[in-house]
């Protein structure tokens, strides 16, 4: 599928699941190149008077530039500790809606409003779906700068193959000034046991495994738009 063709499948399904948003409600804004058609489909909606009394907490400092370039009035999590929804993107998802995001680096802001959402829904084209997570997309892991070749290290002990993200001839650098290691784990046949293991070691700051947060699921196809619902 052109490029072209899957940029106008994102769009329609962001901007579908961004109808989703009513009136006084608290939305977290996702990061990445299929989040920003709903955060600006948000804009417009409160342009036009269709939503009213919503505050945003975003993802990313990407994102926080967005939204005050679109006039999207902005909250924290300090005062607003609950978000009622968030509309994200995501690299991979599998059919228990377990996801990989970060393939923008912003996976730990964005797994931090995750955590706090009553109902997370990621937009997917249909080129994201996975049998099982791992078969597509590596998992970033985010790790702190000093001795990254010990974590480099454990992850291979799990059975990954790391790789430091670039920008350029440099690492590439995270919105909290840390590194990422793309692991590449082939298949994951228990990605909950995997999202344990990597919680547990020290310097691994986070990582892109969302497990059992997702609650909808909207796919951008050929064929038009599936919203898939957890039960």
């Not at 790391?162 to 990605?191: H, K, M, V, W, Y």
């Not at 046991?193 to 497990?211: K, M, P, Q, T, Y």
Request: with cysteine; net charge negative; proline share 4%.
């Amino acid at each position: 599928m052109a490029a072209m063709d899957i940029k106008a499948l994102k769009q329609q399904a962001s901007e579908y699941a961004a109808d989703f948003i009513r009136p006084g409600m608290v939305i977290g804004l996702g990061t990445g190149s299929t989040a920003i058609f709903a955060t600006r489909r948000i804009a417009q909606r409160l342009s036009s008077g269709d939503l009213r009394d919503i505050v945003a907490v975003p993802t990313s400092l990407a994102t926080e530039a967005a939204a005050i370039e679109l006039d999207i009035p902005l909250t924290t999590l300090a005062d607003h500790p609950r978000v009622d929804i968030t509309i994200d993107g995501a690299d991979e998802v599998d059919p228990d809606f377990n996801v990989i995001k970060g393939g923008g680096g912003a996976h730990l802001r964005e797994k931090i409003v995750a955590q706090v959402t009553e109902r997370l829904v990621i937009v997917v084209d249909e080129s994201k779906l996975s049998e099982q997570l791992g078969m597509n997309w590596a998992v970033p892991v985010e790790v702190i700068p000093f001795n990254r070749e010990s974590q480099a290290a454990y992850l291979r002990s799990l059975g990954g193959a790391p790789a430091l993200r670039l920008e350029g001839d440099e690492p590439f650098q995270t919105d909290q000034g840390n590194i990422i290691l793309d692991c590449d784990f082939g298949s994951i046949a228990d990605p909950a046991a995997l999202d344990v293991a990597l919680n547990s070691r020290a310097g691994i700051v986070e990582h892109g495994l969302f497990i059992g947060m997702a609650r909808d699921v909207v796919v951008a196809g050929a064929g038009g738009l599936r919203h898939m619902r957890k039960a």
